[in-house]
């Protein structure tokens, strides 16, 4: 019998939870939350296939694995190396921020599990201690994902970059005094401070060097290129939760240190999860060239916008013949789209902006970045700006070219191939950006998602599609049979797909589960890219061990959070009003900070929260339910969680005028975003 109708939408819910109960009792799970089944697993389950093993031996013989010349330079001017370096949280002490003796597995050549170029730059990125450049320039590498330059001012140390957390931040800088004292005896103190761009591991540790009263008191210089403060804040505010959840993925937070799980980000280690904190430059550079004296020491400036990051310089030193490239370069392939979500970058400025550096800077003898190690010599600084350059302008022209050809996003990323001679150099490789994942973006950049199929503009989600495939496949049983012999014969990604639709119609599904996991494990240990094999790797032990019970703690950026502009957190509590239960809850609350003398009026309309600020030019004529007087680290801590806003209204530290029961309905429609969504489990 033919049936003419779908199901309906509730027969179907039915049919669902039926399923799911009949597979929770048949399976005899203690708890029935398919997020919280845990997979028992073996090294066996996770040992190398064959068919991997063949694809890695491939890769090792189309690089040149003996080449010596990155192993040369990362060690080049190595003045100290911590023997144990481990860096504690200032939060947990009892917990590591950052842990090289984790990498100490990484030794010899690759194992199977790994693909033995991304062992390469594995082995270049554990290379770490205080380097000099060239007289007078130093650099910390491996004491967090980025790394952190000193320079010799006349009154005191130009620091460069401020990595990631304040704790690696502290330790990397002492450890510098520490061996440095000998040629600069008596200077410790730092008299400037440059952010090269506006990504968190090249700020979030300035607190851990200097304080706000030590800016004040001793003129610190905050350097910073024209945009940073709103492009470093705006990033984390408003998408945070979201991109905090996906970065687990992307850098493989959750990962075991070993040759099955996280090795290396490609960029460098991995980034540090302590206190971040920022500083609002004091001094911004917004234009090419821009020439200033930082301390006795002569800067040339190229303002870089909309580049790597959106708010960024490189920079040069006449009387050192050295030049920066910040991260508009670096010793691998970057990403045009980084797969813990961000706005696309511009390829097409992107690779301008390189062009542009080689003819600025074409005397540099030394270049440094805020990633990798340094190169010296002028001939090979510019051959690898030109391999740079074209990577990006390649992946761009002919992204666009094969577009306007009537290709889809995901037929050009499996057809372009970069050409030998920018594909066989080791910085141009896929150890961070991929240029399967930067074609998409270029295609995201000039159409935006829709590829123009209309079976693809609104296809079913997920979930549905999943059990509809599930049932097209002749149940889960024949879709299993399918995806073990997909898997048996390596075709790992046709494998995920099927395994996919059958987790997601039925994710107390240990069978499939299991496979999938194992199938992710392979396509893991075959990327050459360290986020992919984290991605992956990632993906397999959430399959294995359920969705994790928390996120990345909010807490951690509190600091970040008190210098970003208030508008940002109103805007921000935007993004988290409850629409569906504020329709014509059109209330009025005046916030009072009692600390800045500033106050802000919220307002809801059309299920849409406002605000502005009240002032002299725009005072208040409207009349408000209630004032909310507060301080602003207060009012931070309600918004991150610290407290509830029942606590907080009972607090001593704030006061309301009017009413309280019309202020608490107010808050009361707001929710806390999800910090550990699922990701390849449903919701
Ligand atoms: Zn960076």
């Known amino acids: 019998m033919i049936k003419n109708t779908p199901p309906s939408t509730s027969y179907q819910r039915i049919l669902n939870s039926a399923r799911f109960l009949l597979l929770c009792s048949s399976l005899l799970l203690a708890a029935c939350d398919p997020a919280s089944v845990q997979i028992s697993v073996s090294d066996g389950d996770r040992a190398a296939t064959v068919d991997t093993i063949k694809a890695n031996r491939q890769v090792a013989s189309q690089v040149d694995l003996a080449d010596q010349q990155d192993f040369e330079d ?12 481990q860096i504690p949280s200032l939060t947990d002490p009892t917990k590591n921020v950052w842990d090289m003796p984790a990498y100490g597995f990484v030794e010899g050549d ?55 957390s304040k704790e690696t931040a502290r330790y990397a ?8 004292a000998e040629r600069y005896p008596n200077t410790t103190n730092i008299s400037s401070i440059l952010f090269t761009h506006s990504h968190i591991d090249h700020f979030g540790g300035v607190l851990g060097l200097v304080s706000q009263q030590e800016i004040a008191e001793q003129n610190i210089a905050i350097i910073a290129p024209s945009g940073f403060m709103e492009e470093a804040t705006s990033e984390n505010v408003l998408a945070g939760v979201a991109m905090s959840r996906r970065a687990v993925y992307m850098y493989g937070k959750n990962l075991a240190r070993d040759e099955f799980g996280h090795v290396d980000s490609g960029l460098g280690k991995g980034p540090a999860f302590g206190e971040v904190s920022i500083i609002e430059p004091n001094q911004l550079v917004s234009g090419t060239p821009t020439h200033l004296n930082i301390d006795g020491v002569e800067f040339q400036f190229q303002y870089t916008p909309d580049s790597e990051a959106p708010a960024e310089f490189t920079f040069y030193l006449p009387q050192y013949h050295a030049f920066a490239g910040a991260e508009v370069v670096s010793r691998n392939m970057h990403n045009l789209y980084t797969l813990r979500g961000a706005k696309i970058r511009d390829a097409l400025k992107w690779s301008g902006y390189i062009e542009q550096s080689r003819n600025l800077f074409a005397s540099a003898d030394v270049y440094f970045g805020s990633h990798h190690w340094p190169i010296w010599g002028q001939e090979r600084i510019q051959t690898f700006l030109k391999q740079q350059r074209d990577t990006y302008k390649y992946i761009h022209d002919q992204s666009v070219r094969h577009m306007n050809q009537g290709m889809t996003p995901g037929e050009i990323a499996e057809h372009i191939t970069l050409p030998a001679s920018l594909a066989t150099v080791f910085s141009n490789r896929e150890y961070y950006g991929t ?18 199929n209309p079976a693809h503009l609104d296809p079913l989600p997920d979930p549905q599609r999943a059990t509809a ?31 996919n639709h059958l987790v997601f119609a039925e994710p107390s599904n240990i069978a499939a589960r299991t496979l999938l996991a194992r199938t992710y494990d392979q396509l893991g240990y075959q990327a050459e890219s360290g986020p992919w094999r984290d991605v992956y790797l990632t ?10 019970d928390s996120g990345i703690e909010m807490a951690a950026l509190k600091d970040l959070f008190l210098q970003t502009p208030l508008a940002n957190f109103f805007d921000s509590m935007a993004v988290r009003l409850q629409a569906e239960y504020a329709a014509d809850k059109n209330w009025q609350i005046k916030i009072h900070f009692t600390d800045l003398d500033a106050s802000h009026l919220l307002w809801l309309e059309n299920s849409v929260l406002h605000h502005r600020l009240l002032d002299d030019t725009a005072p208040l004529t409207e009349k408000v339910h209630a004032t909310l007087n507060l301080t602003h680290p207060l009012f931070i801590d309600m918004l991150i969680g610290e407290a509830g806003a029942k606590e907080m209204l009972l607090s001593d530290d704030l006061s309301i005028d009017g009413s309280k029961i019309d202020l608490l309905r107010f ?12 990701i390849v489990l449903p919701n």
């Open 173 to 180: 800088f002492d450890f510098a005094m520490q061996h440095l």
């Open 110 to 164: 690759a194992p199977d599990t790994v693909n033995p170029s991304l062992w390469r730059q594995t082995k270049l990125n554990n290379i770490h201690g205080l380097f000099e450049v060239t007289p007078g320039i130093y650099q910390l590498r491996g004491f967090d994902l980025s790394n952190m330059t000193l320079m010799k001012g006349e009154a005191g140390w130009i620091v460069v970059d401020t990595m990631t």
């Open 539 to 548: 993906a397999a032990l959430e399959l294995r061990e359920g969705t994790p």
């Open 667 to 678: 808050f009361s429609l707001f929710e806390k975003p999800v910090a550990n969504f699922g």
């Open 469 to 499: 495939y599930v049932e097209l496949a002749g149940g889960s049983e024949k879709m299993l049979e399918q995806a073990q012999a997909a898997f048996n014969q390596g075709r790992y990604r046709w494998a995920a797909e099927l395994l």
């Open 435 to 452: 240029v399967k994942h930067n074609v998409r973006a270029v295609y995201q950049a000039y159409l935006g998602w829709y590829d123009a």
């Open 74 to 85: 990362a060690r080049r001017g190595l003045i100290a190396s911590p023997e144990h370096l």
